[in-house]
Every structure is written in structure tokens, then in C-alpha cells.
């Protein structure tokens, strides 16, 4: 093989590789737009649980017993009370 050959043979593996090249970071730009959409579309969703674990399904009205219920928690066990729960569901 001669050394044009070798040059020929190099400029073509060389163009090659900088097409597989920029197929690789149309694929990244893709990958990259797509993780973006969809981590927005989990962000909402996640926003919309929140609001239902959040608000009274039937009034509407803030739910914060989960919340009141935890800072009870943690203050009986700093103060080593005991912590007595009573439900009931009146609809």
C-alpha cells in the first residue's frame, strides 16, 4: 500500500469518525431535550400529588394532619411521652 493510499484510506476513517461524531451529539441533544420534558412532566405531576395529599378531597380545605402529626411525634419522643392517636371517620 502505498502512502497516498494511506492518506485516502485515513482521510476517509477520519470522515468516518466525524460523522459517527455528530450523529453521537444529535443523539446527546435529543436524549438531553427528551430528559428535560419529561422531568417537567414529572415535576407537574408531582405537584398535582402533592395538592391531593394536601387538600380534603371533598372540601377542599388544607389537610395538614400529616404534618401536625410528625412534629407531635418528634416532640414526644424528645420529651420520651407517650403519643396516643384516636381516628374516626365521620362522613
Known amino acids: 500500500m502505498t502512502i497516498e493510499q ?3 484510506e485515513l482521510a476517509h476513517t477520519l470522515a468516518l469518525l466525524q460523522q459517527a461524531q455528530r450523529q453521537l ?4 441533544h435529543t436524549l438531553e431535550r427528551k430528559v428535560i420534558e419529561r422531568t ?3 415535576e407537574e405531576a408531582n ?3 402533592h395538592q391531593l395529599a394536601t387538600l380534603d378531597g371533598l372540601t377542599l380545605v388544607a389537610n395538614r394532619r400529616r404534618e401536625y402529626w410528625q412534629q407531635q411525634w418528634q416532640y414526644s419522643m424528645q420529651q420520651q411521652q407517650s403519643l396516643s392517636l384516636i381516628l374516626a ?3
Open 6 to 8: 494511506q492518506k485516502l
Open 25 to 28: 451529539e444529535e443523539y446527546t
Open 89 to 91: 371517620d365521620i362522613d
Open 47 to 49: 405537584k398535582e400529588l
Open 40 to 42: 417537567a412532566t414529572l
